[in-house]
């Protein structure tokens, strides 16, 4: 049975030549001239001496390969101009180019030290189709001076080996395409592709219909990123291969490693706090949620979330809302690594003190809101926020605190309380077109001295059920001046139920 999720896409980036084209780049950047004629090689430490770690296309034209000794390739290209490499900074280029590419999908990772992998499953049509998605990929690329060959799968195997071995910017939805390519598009060491080509195996086609047993003796004991059988069920989709995509680095984050296992986190938590605040201060940042975790040293994580209604970097008021919660931590047989971690900030500049020495009081009131949401937990303490619906009892929901917001709008013509669920009232004489004459709503009979409306709300097509019925509001008023919201529910004739009723949703103030 295939393990591939029904329409899975997924996207791999291929930069052959990623090394020297950030040396390039970083050399432009500094205002030094660089000449694509010279050809320029990267080297490294090897076995023997130094070695070629990457190069330019006039390098490679020259006749100069990757892997062999710089002394042997200036033999064969005296003008060869050879560079130290910088491992380490290609690697932290290719790991911020990975969240860069989640403008494509939601999911990516890196692809060894020379590629990146997305999956990109339901996010083509954003751009036009897969084709175009592809063309936006290594056009973005060729702009930031990256030289990229994409290619779009069903499976993380098959675009890997398509992006390095296959046409450019290949489209493939049928895995049999994969056949044509050479066995070295499926992510083997060098030892075994040398094995598989001694056995007469040279292309995936060959190696798919050969009988699974002998391979199956022959590299039973193999690790499974090696394992020739394993990378084929992985590009052909009869094996799982997920994206696994890690979160981005936290931008604000302070941690004690202790010498000795404790189980209280108390006495550190004030000095993490300080050295937090400093760090968001030189960013005029402030913080909105807070994660204190716990690292014990059975390898378990305890975590304690605290959040904030307005942005905040005071070091004694986020103190504060740890008070009562530090019980909460299970610390088993202890824990040698606290870590208060920042996980979500926004802007916040320094203040200038009123002159008149007036207390701010929005200030207070954020302060007073995280304390209460700190003692009696985040659902019990919310705030009104609008919804776009015109039913009014879906048009606003509840969210958490947050001051910077403005409070849902009302409309002037609607009541401020209303009843959940309407009240329904009998009708003692109806009027032909317009709200009922006389009624009887909580045991008392209202006669409409004055009326407004209607007011025509359809139901949600996206929710209409075949028993929802259209609603017609009107305003009323009684003889004692007493306004009531008053809406008849359906039509007679309608086909969504019987007669119509007439229900009070609300009263005005």
Same mark, same amino acid.
């Given at each position: 049975?295939?393990?591939?999720?029904?329409?899975?896409?997924?996207?791999?980036?291929?930069?052959?030549?990623?090394?020297?084209?950030?040396?390039?780049?970083?050399?432009?950047?500094?205002?030094?001239?660089?000449?694509?004629?010279?050809?320029?090689?990267?080297?490294?430490?090897?076995?023997?001496?130094?070695?070629?770690?990457?190069?330019?296309?006039?390098?490679?034209?020259?006749?100069?390969?990757?892997?062999?000794?710089?002394?042997?390739?200036?033999?064969?290209?005296?003008?060869?101009?050879?560079?130290?490499?910088?491992?380490?900074?290609?690697?932290?280029?290719?790991?911020?180019?990975?969240?860069?590419?989640?403008?494509?999908?939601?999911?990516?990772?890196?692809?060894?030290?020379?590629?990146?992998? *997305?999956?990109?499953?339901?996010?083509?049509?954003?751009?036009?189709?897969?084709?175009?998605?592809?063309?936006?990929?290594?056009?973005?690329?060729?702009?930031?001076?990256?030289?990229?060959?994409?290619?779009?799968?069903?499976?993380?195997?098959?675009?890997?080996?398509?992006?390095?071995?296959?046409?450019?910017?290949?489209?493939?939805?049928?895995?049999?395409?994969?056949?044509?390519?050479?066995?070295?598009?499926?992510?083997?060491?060098?030892?075994?592709?040398?094995?598989?080509?001694?056995?007469?195996?040279?292309? *995936?086609?060959?190696?798919?219909?050969?009988?699974?047993?002998?391979?199956?003796?022959?590299?039973?004991?193999?690790?499974?990123?090696?394992?020739?059988?394993?990378?084929?069920?992985?590009?052909?989709?009869?094996?799982?291969?997920?994206?696994?995509?890690?979160?981005?680095?936290?931008?604000?984050?302070?941690?004690?490693?202790?010498?000795?296992?404790?189980?209280?986190?108390?006495?550190?938590?004030?000095?993490?706090?300080?050295?937090?605040?400093?760090?968001?201060?030189?960013?005029?940042?402030?913080?909105?949620?807070?994660?204190?975790?716990?690292?014990?040293?059975?390898?378990?994580?305890?975590?304690?979330?605290?959040?904030?209604?307005?942005?905040?970097?005071?070091?004694?008021?986020?103190?504060?809302?740890?008070?009562?919660?530090?019980?909460?931590?299970?610390?088993?047989?202890?824990?040698?690594? *606290?870590?208060?971690?920042?996980?979500?900030?926004?802007?916040?500049?320094?203040?200038?003190?009123?002159?008149?020495?007036?207390?701010?009081?929005?200030?207070?009131?954020?302060?007073?809101?995280?304390?209460?949401?700190?003692?009696?937990?985040?659902?019990?303490?919310?705030?009104?926020?609008?919804?776009?619906?015109?039913?009014?009892?879906?048009?606003?929901?509840?969210?958490?605190?947050?001051?910077?917001?403005?409070?849902?709008?009302?409309?002037?013509?609607?009541? *401020?309380?209303?009843?959940?669920?309407?009240?329904?009232?009998?009708?003692?004489?109806?009027?032909?077109?317009?709200?009922?004459?006389?009624?009887?709503?909580?045991?008392?009979?209202?006669?409409?001295?004055?009326?407004?409306?209607?007011?025509?709300?359809?139901?949600?097509?996206?929710?209409?059920?075949?028993?929802?019925?259209?609603?017609?509001?009107?305003?009323?008023?009684?003889?004692?001046?007493?306004?009531?919201?008053?809406?008849?529910?359906?039509?007679?004739?309608?086909?969504?139920?019987?007669?119509?009723?007439?229900?009070?949703?609300?009263?005005?103030?």
């Amino acid at each position: 049975m295939s393990g591939v999720v029904k329409g899975r896409r997924i996207a791999c980036i291929f930069l052959p030549s990623l090394p020297t084209e950030r040396w390039r780049n970083h050399r432009l950047r500094m205002g030094e001239p660089v000449s694509d004629d010279t050809p320029v090689a990267l080297w490294a430490e090897g076995s023997h001496g130094p070695v070629v770690h990457d190069l330019n296309q006039t390098a490679r034209m020259a006749g100069v390969r990757r892997g062999a000794r710089v002394v042997d390739m200036r033999a064969i290209c005296p003008t060869l101009q050879v560079v130290p490499a910088a491992p380490e900074e290609d690697a932290a280029v290719l790991s911020r180019l990975m969240f860069w590419v989640r403008r494509w999908g939601p999911f990516s990772a890196t692809d060894g030290n020379d590629g990146l992998v *997305i999956d990109t499953t339901g996010t083509a049509h954003l751009f036009g189709g897969e084709d175009a998605l592809l063309s936006d990929m290594q056009g973005r690329l060729a702009r930031a001076g990256l030289t990229a060959r994409v290619s779009l799968a069903p499976t993380w195997g098959a675009a890997w080996g398509l992006a390095r071995y296959g046409a450019e910017g290949v489209v493939c939805h049928d895995l049999a395409d994969l056949h044509p390519l050479p066995i070295a598009a499926l992510r083997l060491s060098s030892d075994t592709l040398l094995l598989l080509r001694r056995l007469g195996l040279r292309r *995936i086609g060959d190696l798919a219909a050969i009988p699974r047993l002998p391979l199956m003796r022959r590299f039973g004991r193999a690790p499974m990123w090696d394992n020739p059988l394993t990378r084929l069920d992985q590009a052909m989709g009869h094996l799982a291969e997920p994206v696994s995509a890690p979160d981005p680095p936290p931008d604000f984050v302070a941690e004690a490693r202790l010498a000795e296992p404790v189980f209280d986190p108390t006495d550190w938590l004030p000095g993490l706090i300080d050295e937090l605040a400093r760090k968001m201060a030189k960013h005029d940042r402030g913080c909105r949620r807070l994660c204190l975790s716990v690292f014990r040293v059975d390898g378990e994580r305890r975590d304690i979330r605290v959040a904030t209604a307005a942005p905040s970097r005071e070091a004694a008021h986020l103190l504060r809302l740890f008070t009562g919660r530090l019980e909460q931590l299970d610390p088993g047989y202890g824990f040698d690594l *606290i870590r208060l971690l920042a996980e979500a900030t926004e802007p916040l500049g320094a203040a200038q003190v009123s002159l008149d020495g007036n207390a701010n009081t929005a200030l207070h009131l954020s302060r007073l809101i995280d304390r209460l949401v700190a003692r009696f937990g985040p659902d019990a303490i919310v705030r009104p926020v609008s919804v776009e619906s015109h039913i009014p009892e879906c048009s606003e929901g509840r969210a958490e605190p947050r001051l910077a917001d403005p409070p849902p709008a009302r409309r002037p013509d609607r009541p *401020i309380r209303l009843f959940d669920p309407p009240e329904e009232v009998r009708v003692l004489y109806a009027v032909p077109d317009g709200p009922p004459a006389l009624f009887i709503w909580r045991r008392q009979q209202i006669a409409v001295a004055r009326h407004a409306g209607p007011e025509r709300i359809a139901p949600e097509w996206w929710r209409d059920g075949s028993g929802t019925r259209l609603r017609d509001y009107y305003r009323i008023e009684d003889a004692t001046g007493r306004r009531l919201w008053l809406y008849r529910e359906g039509l007679a004739g309608d086909g969504r139920g019987g007669l119509p009723r007439w229900f009070i949703h609300g009263v005005f103030a």
